[in-house]
C-alpha cells in the first residue's frame, strides 16, 4: 500500500473535478433528466394549450368586433356608393334627386349625412337627416380626396367586373357628440369619368356601445381588456367613454408600439393578423394579449388580461414538476453518494500511486481489492513500476558510458553511434571543412621548469576551456597531440559557415587566456601562450584505423597546411589561408602575412594574420 495520503493525492493541482463529482452528477443525471424531459413536455403541452385558450378567446372577441366595424364601414361605403348613382343617373330632376339622397341616408344606419364636392374638390352641398342638424359643418380634409382621386384613377382602368371600391377612411376626429371617422367615395358617370366626390363623418358610436358590451360580459373585472386605437395611437374605442370621447392618447410604451407595427404590417394588405405575446403594461403589470388590425380602416383592436389570471393553471404545473425535480434529485444524490464512496477510495490510491511514480519512487506499492478492472489496473501499474525501476538504471548505465565514451571520441561521434547513425566501417568521405590546430608555445621550456604533475594539471586546464570554447561553435575536437589541440569544422555534419566558426573559435582561445593566464601566473608561475593555424578545403572524413580498433578523423593535405600555419605561427598569433579568409568573410580583420609554401610542391600560399 502507497503510503502517500490518497486525500493529498485527489486534491493535487490540476484535479478541478474530481472522478467521484463527475460519477456523482452522472448518476444524479440519470435520475433526472428523465423526470425533468417528461415535466418539460408536460409544461410545454399544457403552455400550448393555454396560451392557444387565450388566443381563441381574444381571437372570439377580437374577430365580433372587427366584423362589426368593417360591416359598418361596408354599409358606409355601400351608402356613398348608392348616393353616387342617384347623382350620375340622367333623367332625374332636382328634387328627385335630393329625394332619393335623404332616402338612402335613412336607409343607412352609419350615415346621418352627406356633403358632395365637384371633381375639383370644392364643396357642392350637404344632405342631413333630421336630428343631424346640430352636426357641425366641416369639410373632408384635402389629403383624403386626393386619396380618393388615386384610387379611382387606378380603377378606372380595369374592366367593370374588377373594380374593387375599398371604404377611403381618414384620421378620427373629434365632435360633440362623439369621435367620428371621416369616409369618402368618388362619384363616376356612366362614361368612367370621375365627376366629384360624396363622404361623410361616421359616428363610432356603434362601436363604443358593442365594446362597452364585450367588457361586460367577457372582461367585467378589467375595464381595459379590450378597446381600439388609431394609426396615430389615439383611443377611439375604449369601455371608458371618457377615453374615447377626447381620444385619449395610449399611454402605455409597449402596447402602442405592438399597435404600430401591427397597424404597419397590415397597411395595403387586406386585413392582417395578431400575434399573442407577453408584456408589462404602463403600471408594471405583466400581461397576455394580442393586436389585430382591422380591414377596412387604419386601426388596431387591442385585446389584453393580466398573465396571473390568464397563467395560473400553467404555475400550478411548474410548482409540481419542481417538486417532482426536487424529490428526484435529493433521491438519486442519496443513491449516488453511497456508490461513488464504494468507488471513489480505490481510484484515490491509483492516483497516489501514480504520483509516486512520477516522483520515481519505484519501490512504492498499491493494493486494490475490488476485484475489478481498478484491481487488474493496479497490478499493471504496479509491474510497471518495477520496469521503470530496471530502465531507469539502465538508462543510468548508459548515461555513464556515453560521458565515458566522450572522453575519448568527440561528442558527436559518440551521439551518432548511440543514434545508430554513424557508420562503423572503415573509410570516409570527402567533406569541406576548417581545421584548426592550437599549440602551446615554449612547452618544452614550460615543462623544465614544472615537476610532471604540474604540466599534466596545466594541460587539463587549457585543454579543458580550450574543448568547451570548441564544442560552443559547433566544432569537433580530433584530438590532443601532445601541448597541441587539432579541431575542425564542417563533419560530422555539414556546416556551411565552417570557417567562420573556426576563427570565432580562436578568436575566444586567445581571448580566454588573457583571463587563464592571471590564475596560472599565480598558480604555476608560468605564462601560457597559443599559436594557431587554420585552414579550409576539401578533406577525407571518416573511420581510419583497424576493424578492432579506429578513430573518427580528417586526412589530407588541407590538415597538413594547418599544422604548418600553426608551426610558423608567433606567440598568441592567428594564422589562416585564404581559403579560410574567403570562406569567413569580412567578419573578422585580417593583415596581409605574405605567401609561403606549405604543401608538397612548388606553389605558394597566401597567408593571413586574424587580428585579435
Not at 434 to 447: K, P, Q, R, Y
Amino acid at each position: 500500500m502507497s503510503e502517500k495520503s490518497p486525500q493529498g493525492a485527489a486534491s493535487a493541482p490540476g484535479v478541478r473535478f474530481p472522478l467521484w463529482m463527475k460519477l456523482l452528477w452522472m448518476t444524479t443525471a440519470l435520475a433526472v433528466l428523465p423526470t425533468t424531459a417528461m415535466g418539460l413536455a408536460l409544461l410545454n403541452y399544457k403552455t400550448a394549450s393555454i396560451k392557444s385558450s387565450i388566443e381563441r378567446r381574444q381571437d372570439g372577441v377580437s374577430d365580433e368586433l372587427s366584423r362589426l366595424i368593417d360591416q359598418s364601414l361596408l354599409e358606409a361605403q355601400s351608402g356613398l356608393e348608392a348616393m353616387s348613382l342617384v347623382l350620375t343617373r340622367p333623367g332625374l330632376d332636382p328634387d328627385a334627386r335630393v329625394a332619393m339622397v335623404l332616402l338612402v341616408l335613412s336607409a343607412t344606419a352609419e350615415l346621418d349625412h352627406a356633403t358632395f364636392y365637384d371633381a375639383k374638390g370644392e364643396v357642392i352641398d350637404t344632405a342631413r337627416q333630421e336630428g343631424a342638424e346640430k352636426l357641425k359643418d366641416r369639410a373632408l380634409p384635402a389629403g383624403m380626396l386626393k386619396e380618393a382621386r388615386e384610387a379611382a384613377e387606378v380603377e378606372l382602368v380595369k374592366e367593370p367586373s374588377e373594380r374593387r371600391w375599398v371604404p377611403i377612411v381618414g384620421k378620427v376626429e373629434e365632435f360633440e357628440g362623439g369621435p367620428r371617422a371621416p369616409m369618402v367615395s368618388p362619384i363616376i358617370s356612366r362614361e368612367d369619368k370621375l365627376t366629384g366626390f360624396v363622404g361623410s363623418y361616421l359616428s363610432l358610436a356603434p362601436i363604443q356601445a358593442r365594446i362597452e358590451e364585450i367588457q361586460q360580459d367577457h372582461y367585467p373585472g378589467d375595464p381595459d381588456a379590450v378597446f381600439v386605437v388609431d394609426d396615430a395611437q389615439r383611443i377611439i374605442a375604449h369601455p371608458d367613454p371618457a377615453l374615447s370621447r377626447h381620444l385619449a392618447p395610449l399611454k402605455d410604451e409597449v402596447l402602442s408600439a405592438n399597435a404600430k407595427a401591427s397597424s404597419e404590417v397590415a397597411r395595403g394588405e387586406a386585413g392582417g393578423a395578431g400575434t399573442l405575446e407577453d408584456f408589462r403594461d404602463g403600471q408594471g403589470r405583466e400581461m397576455v394579449g394580442r393586436t389585430l388590425p382591422l380591414r377596412y380602416a387604419p386601426w388596431v383592436m387591442v385585446t389584453k388580461e393580466p398573465v396571473e389570471a390568464a397563467y395560473a393553471e400553467i404555475w400550478h404545473t411548474r410548482k409540481v414538476l419542481i417538486g417532482t425535480l426536487i424529490g428526484a434529485v435529493l433521491l438519486s444524490l442519496i443513491v449516488s453518494l453511497i456508490f461513488v464512496r464504494s468507488l471513489a477510495r480505490p481510484i484515490r490510491q491509483l492516483v497516489a500511486f501514480a504520483q509516486d511514480l512520477s516522483e520515481r519512487r519505484f519501490d512504492a506499492k498499491v493494493s486494490i481489492g475490488t476485484r475489478d478492472e481498478l484491481a487488474l489496473l493496479g497490478g499493471v501499474m504496479v509491474e510497471a513500476a518495477g520496469k521503470l525501476k530496471a530502465s531507469e538504471e539502465k538508462i543510468r548505465e548508459e548515461e555513464a558510458i556515453r560521458t565515458d565514451l566522450g572522453r575519448y571520441l568527440p561528442r558527436e561521434i559518440v551521439e551518432r553511434v548511440v543514434r545508430r547513425e554513424q557508420e562503423m566501417s572503415l573509410g570516409g568521405q570527402r567533406r569541406e571543412v576548417t581545421v584548426l590546430f592550437a599549440d602551446v608555445v615554449g612547452f618544452t621550456s614550460m615543462a623544465e621548469e614544472l615537476g610532471a604533475e604540474e604540466v599534466v594539471g596545466l594541460l587539463n586546464e587549457l585543454f579543458t576551456i580550450l574543448t568547451e570554447i570548441v564544442f560552443r561553435h559547433g566544432g569537433t575536437v580530433d584530438k590532443f597531440i601532445g601541448d597541441c589541440v587539432m579541431a575542425f569544422w564542417g563533419a560530422p555534419d555539414a556546416q556551411e559557415d565552417h570557417a567562420e566558426r573556426a576563427l570565432s573559435a580562436a578568436e575566444d582561445m586567445m581571448r580566454f587566456l588573457e583571463v587563464g593566464n592571471a590564475g596560472w601566473a599565480q598558480k604555476y608561475g608560468v605564462k601560457v601562450e597559443l599559436a594557431i593555424g587554420i585552414n579550409s578545403g576539401e578533406v577525407v572524413v571518416g573511420n581510419v584505423g583497424s576493424e578492432t580498433r579506429m578513430e573518427y578523423t580528417v586526412i589530407g593535405d588541407v590538415v597538413n597546411t594547418a599544422a604548418r600555419l600553426e608551426a610558423i605561427a608567433r606567440p598568441q598569433q592567428i594564422l589562416v589561408t585564404e581559403a579560410t579568409r574567403e570562406g569567413a568573410g569580412d567578419l573578422f580583420e585580417y593583415i596581409p602575412f605574405g605567401s609561403r609554401k606549405l604543401s608538397s610542391g612548388d606553389r605558394e600560399t597566401s597567408v593571413y594574420e586574424v587580428e585579435v
